[in-house]
């Protein structure tokens, strides 16, 4: 424990909003907080030192992934995931349970455990709450997920219950098995949509919340206006000396509406992915390059951003890059996307500072065009 600490260092005095401190082996964070997600120990298009150059605190690894490839074992043979992909700040691994259930074409569930098929080559794999602890120990992120079952939307309320009481025996054997006090252990809210069940959830894992906990099991295709609804009804349970983390949460208008809804920590692979595709968050809304009204536009993606793509470069040359398949264009607007967002949080900080994000929530929507 000496290792981690969190504490609050200013609230909102209109919405459950914070501002906080998450004390780690690798680093101080200050939250609320976007974390870039790096699912095979890379961002991808994203190099390690233009991570620092946009502000990132912390980014998230896949266990799963590196389950798989390059393999537990190799990377700790390695020194860890940081040495391993030279990245010397804080880390948190999810605990593979999520894509296990939504990668493998074939998977059963047991109270033991899930035995999966692998997405790669379809070999067979079996893992167990203590299976994915032991590698994450290997891994050696500083921050470690317990293993959960994530049950789909539209499940009955029976296997929603059944899914919830497998996932908190889960956690006490995660919880058992896990030993190292450099890494700190989150245990994961499940309870699907059944409001019930979310509380229940909420209450059962605290006594293994040392430091923070997560949120998981939205942002799955749900509506919006659901996902919000179960984050109201939490937050004022929440404990106010834990870090709130929301698993897979990353479009602008749902980081504002977390924020204001308590949450301390958000993750997603949404900014890097439509940085591929060619779409950019923006301060006045996405913004798709390679459509061709921007053909002879000359001017910034952004004006009001700081990173190096909006400095350097125009619209047209996006649209290029894109339409002539050059792999700079996923890499210019990768950095974007996710400065916007780390930028963002900066802002959505200042606001609370200021006792104005209220104000700044009605700002951010009549500029941006998302729909609240």
Request: with cysteine; proline share 5%.
């Amino acid at each position: 424990m000496e290792n981690f600490s969190f504490k609050v260092k200013q609230k909102d005095t209109k919405t459950f909003a914070r501002i906080g401190e998450l004390k780690t082996p690798h680093g101080v964070i200050e939250t609320p907080v976007f974390m870039p997600v790096g699912t095979r120990s890379t961002v991808k298009a994203v190099e390690p030192r233009e991570l620092d150059e946009i502000g990132a605190q912390i980014i998230l690894n896949n266990t799963y992934h590196l389950y798989l490839r390059p393999g537990a074992d190799i990377v700790e043979k390695a020194g860890g995931i940081h040495k391993f992909m030279n990245y010397p700040h804080p880390m948190l691994t999810d605990s593979g349970g999520f894509q296990v259930f939504s990668l493998s074409d074939l998977n059963k569930i047991t109270d033991e455990g899930v035995e999966f098929k692998s997405h790669l080559d379809g070999t067979i794999h079996f893992f167990t709450p203590e299976k994915s602890i032991e590698v994450q120990n290997k891994l050696g992120a500083d921050i470690i997920m317990a293993f959960d079952e994530c049950s789909n939307p539209g499940v009955s309320y029976e296997y929603a219950r059944k899914a919830l009481e497998r996932t908190q025996n889960w956690l006490v054997r995660c919880y058992n098995y896990h030993k190292r006090s450099d890494q700190m252990l989150f245990p994961i809210v499940q309870g699907n949509f059944f409001d019930d069940l979310r509380l229940k959830a909420l209450e059962g894992i605290l006594p293994y919340a040392k430091v923070g906990f997560s949120i998981g099991g939205l942002s799955v295709g749900e509506p919006k206006k659901r996902m919000y609804e179960i984050l109201d009804l939490l937050a004022p349970k929440y404990p106010e000396d834990k870090a709130r983390y929301l698993m897979g949460v990353g479009s602008p208008d749902c980081l504002v509406e977390g924020v204001i809804r308590g949450i301390d920590m958000f993750d997603c692979v949404l900014p890097t992915r439509i940085a591929r595709n060619g779409t950019a968050f923006t301060s006045q809304g996405k913004i798709v390059v390679k459509n061709g009204k921007y053909k002879e536009d000359f001017t910034t993606l952004d004006p009001e951003c700081d990173c190096y793509c909006c400095k350097n470069f125009t619209k047209a040359y996006l649209r290029h890059l894109f339409n002539v398949d050059e792999i700079l264009g996923s890499q210019l607007l990768s950095i974007h996307n996710l400065r916007y967002l780390i930028h963002l949080m900066e802002d959505i900080k200042q606001a609370i500072r200021e006792d104005r994000l209220l104000k700044f929530r009605e700002e951010f929507y009549k500029k941006t065009g998302y729909d609240k």
